[in-house]
């Protein structure tokens, strides 16, 4: 199978072409795609000899061409590039693991040209989700989630009657701050945020896991991939981070799915679907773990979990408003320009001031994105006065 991994010098992309490696007698890497670390894609050229490869920022696509000789590759530069990329013949199957809205344009050209997609990105279901549903239905294409709580969902709903659905358990290992008191939050620093106990991933899901944003955005996602009313999605929080979610029927009964803590299952389930392969990836040890244990989240010391649940209730414009206010929120405290504290504070204010668009096409999804960045950015200065 011919593959497209988009987003390949980042944690997920990465990840997956560790898998298609330990399965290169069934895999091919057909195409690989950067914003712009030209380091870590040049390896990957050279190990896996793609014939296309796509760089968004114009310089690092030029610098690459003076470094490497790229004969028998084709190469694609900027947004436009990657959306013609992904709708080469030879691809099967596109993972999307670029991190952020700007999946959302490559990941609809990637369905209307029919191929399978292993999705990484949430942020795309976020913003679009029944606009980018309704297109997967329509192709007769099949989205297979990589994210783990989502892949676990699927996994436990694979033969049920989904009508029979009572409720699904999203747990949550609680992210960096579980255990830190709301009053410290303030001065928490970006090292701090970064430091997740359990998971290894890029930057701006690590600052998502630490606000709790990041279980808010897959309430969405979960809604969009399985059809499922916000009320019926439930968090946990749950350290030990081994059972990736639940599913709870209506004659009681809860199917959970549980593996350990890496990444790399989930990404070798959504390329392997619906065949299941051996590797050597350790077990779950059930003596050395003891204890699986559950508690509330907490949504005053994590308001973002509050907003998330709002936006899904209001649905419209208003998911593609939330995500854009996130995403500039988080990229300012990255860059040291935006407390910790603020970051609920600049989205809340920006879906305030939004005037919601039901059944929003694409157009209107891009117009609110862009609409709410602007609006984030004042939200920010604002609050620094
Ligand atoms: N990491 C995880 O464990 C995990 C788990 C579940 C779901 N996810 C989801 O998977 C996605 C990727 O996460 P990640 O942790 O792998 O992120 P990451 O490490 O930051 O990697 C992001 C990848 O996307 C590329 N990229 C960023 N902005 C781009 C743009 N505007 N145009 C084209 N390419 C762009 C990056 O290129 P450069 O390297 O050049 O910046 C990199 O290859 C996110 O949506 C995340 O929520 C991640």
């Not at 691809?91 to 999946?103: E, N, Q, R, Y």
């Not at 008191?181 to 106990?197: A, G």
């Amino acid at each position: 199978m011919m593959i497209a991994v988009l987003g390949s010098t980042g944690s997920i992309g990465r990840n997956t072409l560790g898998v298609i490696r330990d399965f290169s007698d069934k895999f091919n890497v057909t195409a690989l795609s950067t914003n712009s670390n030209i380091d870590i894609l040049s390896q990957q050229i050279k190990l896996f000899h793609p014939a296309l490869i796509c760089i968004r920022d114009k310089n690092s696509a030029l610098d690459l061409k003076s470094r490497l000789n790229l004969k028998n590759i084709k190469l694609f530069v900027g947004e436009e590039g990657l959306e013609e990329m992904v709708q080469d013949k030879r691809i099967d199957k596109v993972v999307l693991a670029i991190s952020g809205a700007s999946a959302l344009l490559p990941l609809l050209k990637a369905i209307e040209s029919g191929k399978d997609i292993a999705l990484a990105n949430k942020e795309a279901l976020v913003m679009a989700g029944h606009i980018i549903m309704q297109k997967a239905t329509h192709k007769k294409i099949t989205i297979i989630p990589i994210d783990s709580e989502q892949s676990g969902i699927w996994q436990c709903l694979s033969s049920e009657d989904k009508n029979k659905l009572k409720n699904i358990y999203l747990t949550a290992s609680g992210g960096p701050l579980h255990k830190i008191s709301r009053k410290y939050f303030k001065n928490i620093s970006v090292s701090q945020v970064l430091k997740h106990p359990r998971w290894k991933m890029g930057v701006k899901i690590s600052v998502d896991s630490a606000t709790l944003m990041n279980k808010g955005l897959e309430v969405l996602e979960t809604m969009h991939l399985f059809g499922v009313e916000p009320d019926k999605i439930k968090i946990l929080i749950h350290p030990e981070a081994l059972i990736h979610s639940m599913v709870e029927f209506t004659d009681g009964v809860i199917l959970a799915q549980l593996s350990i803590t890496d990444m790399r299952i989930p990404i070798q389930y959504a390329l392997t679907y619906p065949e299941r392969l051996a590797n050597k990836l350790p077990n779950i040890d059930f003596l050395s773990v003891k204890k699986l244990s559950f508690q509330e989240p907490d949504f005053k010391r994590f308001p973002c979990l509050g907003l998330a649940y709002r936006v899904a209730q209001d649905e419209g414009t208003m998911p593609a408003v939330l995500n854009a206010a996130n995403e500039v929120s988080v990229s300012e405290f990255l860059k040291n320009g935006l407390d910790f504290v603020s970051i609920p504070r600049v989205i809340e204010r920006v879906l305030n001031r939004h005037r919601n668009k039901i059944a929003p096409d694409l157009d209107d999804v891009l117009e609110a994105d862009s609409w709410a960045r602007r609006e984030a950015y004042q939200a920010m200065q604002k609050l620094r006065h």
